[in-house]
């Protein structure tokens, strides 16, 4: 049995980009990125706020995706893991970190932990190892055991830092 | 995991969305956070045939000190209230409670007012509301009501709220001319930032001489609902409060607790966390008190 509502026209910005479409009400702001638009970087796990592969930057702070409606993102400004990297594609800081440390094996929780280091690394460049572990601790990875995680963080951080001139701790 | 069909509504003012509300036959539903909200859809717990997002109306988002207390909107986001200057300087113990409270990405969606309404027995906002005897104001398009914490807070997921209502506001008493005001919150949770096992929270007024002049102790996640230790708060009165103040008092709580028992406790195992929980959120509070300067 079909019980579709009528559609109401949303429209956000993401990664920088206007869009305007029409959504179902009940269509969550994950479903709506990966099967609208085709922005398949935001994963899908466990669709009700336990894994944080979904996280998005809402006005630039972290959220899960699967725990708001489309609808609300409306008038709103997003950023998905698309948005992380460089305008030609090459990757972040954040990303490059990540890589060198071997901060993934499968990669499924990997979209949700840039967004989440990306959210810390904006509020608090210098985090110490306790603030990287919260940060991350919304966030699930079955493989890595997250050791690599922190320290793909960490790394960033002190890049980070000495691109903007502070000494690397 | 999909939600199952619903219309959807995003009034700008409280009277609008009052008015929706009160259309029965459409089986309403608020959506604040959404972070309780927006599982319970996916696993169709709930299937409303409307969903009325208050995310918009201005007049329900801030926090401000007056009459004595501060009142906390009910769409105020938990980060926001954390990171509230008036919340730390005025209301340290919901400060400390919200430090437990999910996850980055869920405080700074989830709202002080959903979190209430939700009444999740293991709810920090919830205790902390218990513990301080906030007030909760609900309001309809009848008009508007107030309760205090432990009378609309009634069980798991259940709350004095009718249909037509929607909560508004809480409002949290500030302690004044008692003491030195300390505060402590503790909590056991399988991983940090997850669903409370057992909670307690503390507030004492500590006077010159280290007499405790007035405590506030509650847990959660032992009741049905948080409940307030009256026994063991009329103990510390008159006292210092130390560990051999404390102890004595803590078998009180085997007659007023009772725990269920789940995967992650049994009800003995319960009742052993609650005390030591309690003890540690007093010398906490006490601790915090001396400090205060
Ligand atoms: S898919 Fe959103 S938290 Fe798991
Ligand atoms: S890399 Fe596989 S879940 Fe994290």
């Known amino acids: 049995m079909t019980d579709s509502r009528p559609k109401t026209t949303v429209s956000m910005t993401i990664n920088g ?41 809402l006005n630039d702070v972290p959220i899960r995706s699967c725990l708001m409606l489309a609808v609300q993102a409306n008038g709103e400004r997003l950023t998905t893991v698309e948005g992380l990297s460089d305008p030609d594609g090459s990757l972040s800081l954040v990303q490059d970190c990540f890589w060198e440390t071997h901060a993934l094996q499968c990669g499924y929780c990997t979209p949700g932990m840039l967004i989440a280091a990306q959210a810390l690394l904006q509020r608090n460049p210098d985090p110490s190892r306790e603030d990287i572990r919260e940060a991350i601790s919304g966030n699930l990875c079955r493989c890595t055991g997250y050791g690599q995680i922190i320290e793909a963080i960490e790394l960033a951080a002190d890049r980070l830092n000495q691109r903007t001139g502070k000494a690397a701790r | 995991m999909k939600a199952a069909a619903f219309d959807f509504v995003q009034p700008s003012s409280l009277d609008e969305a009052c ?10 539903q608020i959506i604040a956070g959404g972070q309780s909200l927006m599982p319970m859809l996916a696993m169709r717990l709930v299937r409303p045939g409307l969903v009325i997002d208050i995310n918009k109306i201005e007049t329900l988002s801030g926090v401000v000190e007056q009459d004595g207390g501060v009142t906390i909107g009910a769409c105020t986001r938990q980060t926001d209230a954390e990171t509230s200057p008036v919340v730390s300087g005025r ?11 999910g996850h980055d990405q869920t405080r700074n969606r989830g709202t002080i007012g959903g979190s209430l309404a939700h009444a999740d027995p293991s709810a920090e906002i919830c205790l902390t509301a218990v513990t301080l005897g906030a007030k909760i104001t609900l309001t309809s398009a009848q008009g508007q009501r107030d309760l205090a914490a432990s009378d609309f807070i009634l069980g798991p997921m259940t709350t004095a709220r009718e249909e037509n209502e929607i909560l508004t506001a809480v409002s949290f008493p500030i302690w004044a001319a008692d003491g030195r005001v300390g505060t402590g919150f503790q909590e056991v949770s399988s991983r940090q930032s997850d669903f409370a096992i057992v909670a307690a929270a503390a507030q004492v007024a500590i006077d010159d001489d280290g007499i405790c002049r007035r405590a506030a102790v509650a847990v959660a996640n032992a009741t049905p609902a948080p409940i307030r230790l009256t026994a063991v708060e009329d103990g ?29 406790a049994s009800g003995t195992a319960r009742i052993h966390i609650a005390k030591t929980l309690v003890k540690r959120a007093i010398l906490e509070a006490t601790e915090d008190a001396a400090a205060d300067d």
């Open chain 1, 17 to 57: 980009a206007q869009i305007t479409a029409d959504v179902e009400p009940r269509m969550t702001l994950l479903d709506f990125l990966r099967d609208e638009l085709d922005l398949t970087g935001t994963h899908t796990g466990c669709e009700h706020g336990v894994c944080g592969a979904c996280s998005v930057l």
């Open chain 2, 19 to 28: 008015e929706h509300l009160s259309r029965a036959a459409d089986d309403p």
């Open chain 2, 91 to 101: 209301l340290p113990l919901l400060r400390k409670a919200l430090r437990f409270v």
């Open chain 2, 236 to 264: 510390l009165v008159g006292q210092e409060p130390t560990a051999a103040v404390v102890d004595p008092l803590l078998p009180s709580l085997e007659s007023v607790l009772e725990p269920e028992a789940d995967l992650h």
